[in-house]
């Protein structure tokens, strides 16, 4: 079975017009979510800038809100925004 990462997860989300349950619960979860597909869960711990680690956190957040809420445009840009 394919592993399914964020971005396909978005583009189906986007076919059928909202998140499934199971991407709503992957977002919950920093080994889950988007931002935890970009980093390791470790590298996450160890950032010492304070400013990055918080919009980090943030993006999470948002990012995860946005899929619980089935906000599909707004989901998709902050994971173009955790990705950078």
């Given at each position: ?56 956190e943030?993006?999470g ?10 906000q ?13």
């Amino acid at each position: 079975m394919e592993k399914l990462n964020w971005k396909k997860r978005i583009e189906m989300a986007k076919k059928r017009g909202f998140f499934s349950y199971d991407d709503k619960e992957k977002s919950r979860h920093w080994n889950t979510c988007a931002v935890g597909e970009q980093f390791n869960i470790e590298d996450i711990e160890y950032i010492t800038n304070e400013y990055y680690e918080y919009d980090i956190e943030r993006l999470g957040l948002d990012f995860w809100i946005f899929v619980k809420n089935d906000q599909l445009s707004e989901a998709e840009n902050c994971f173009k925004k955790i990705k950078k």
